[in-house]
């Protein structure tokens, strides 16, 4: 379990419904996540099953999709084939077909099947797999689509949950981490129906240390248990009320150092 993947999925899903398509390697695929998220198609399918089996996320407009049930491929061709005898030799008579080399008449959908785009398998409805879609929903957001949004208007590339490989060896994920003079700048960004514990700002710290971060901009809201007077280079900690007030702070801030390929007003 990965819980910075989790929370931007969720926060990603409350913001905007998340479109899933099908995929024949993990059953489904989203790129709206998977171009944002520092993660594997395979971990991201299994992150999202498991906030899917808690309930965190549902599924809107859900629909069927056929699939090979060799490969996993969806989107097959489909061609009636006689049921009994195999033969493609048919007449469509309104609902039924007539097979016109053995001579029996059936429904439609018996005769109904389906070859693989991929593998070239040939199945039908009774040993097809069903894959089940839609779109992704979440309510409760942790709040992080308007730290999302500011860095996107500031026209900053920032790729969420991204997975640093400190000096140590360990291997540390930030909210947000983007690109600048051939260093790496991180945001993360602490939410609490109270209070920040300061030990998570701690926890940036050493960690943006150890993974050699030029610039860390650690977000505390409604703000810190106790004031933190920092005076180290390279840390900031923005302290708000609420995330907008938060995302206008990182704004002025990154403006002000020039960090924005965008003109702002
Ligand atoms: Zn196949
Ligand atoms: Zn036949």
Redesign the pocket.
């Known amino acids: 379990m990965d819980s910075c993947i989790k929370k931007h999925i969720v926060s990603i899903a409350s913001a905007n419904d998340v479109k899933m398509y099908p995929d024949n390697v993990v059953e489904f695929t989203t790129p709206q996540l998977l171009e944002s998220l520092d993660i594997s198609r395979e971990a991201l399918a299994k992150e999202i099953n498991e906030l899917r089996a808690s309930g965190i996320l549902t599924l809107k407009d859900a629909y069927q999709t056929i699939a090979c049930p060799s490969c996993g491929s969806p989107d097959p061709f489909t061609k009636l084939v ?1 049921p ?4 493609g030799n048919l007449k469509v008579e309104g609902s039924k077909v007539k ?1 016109l ?4 008449q059936t429904d439609i959908y018996e005769a109904l099947s389906f070859v693989c785009k991929t593998c070239g398998n040939t199945f039908n409805s009774g040993n097809a797999r069903w894959v089940t879609l839609g779109a992704l929903h979440a309510v409760n957001a942790t709040g992080i689509e308007g730290i999302a949004e500011t860095l996107k208007n500031l026209g900053i590339y920032a790729k969420r949950c991204m997975a640093v490989t400190g000096s140590s060896g360990i291997i540390h994920r930030f909210d947000f981490v983007f690109e600048r003079n051939g260093s790496k700048d991180a945001v993360d960004v602490a939410v609490d129906s109270d209070v920040v514990n300061v030990k998570h700002l701690i926890e940036f710290i050493s960690k943006a240390y150890d993974s050699g971060i030029g610039e860390g901009y650690f977000i505390a809201v409604p703000g810190l248990n106790v004031s933190v007077d920092l005076g180290k280079k390279g840390i900031k900690v923005i302290e708000a009320h609420d995330i907008n007030e938060a995302s206008d702070m990182l704004k002025q801030i990154l403006v002000k150092r020039g960090i924005t390929s965008k003109i702002v007003h």
């Open positions: 006689c009994k005898c195999g033969s097979c080399s053995c001579g029996i």
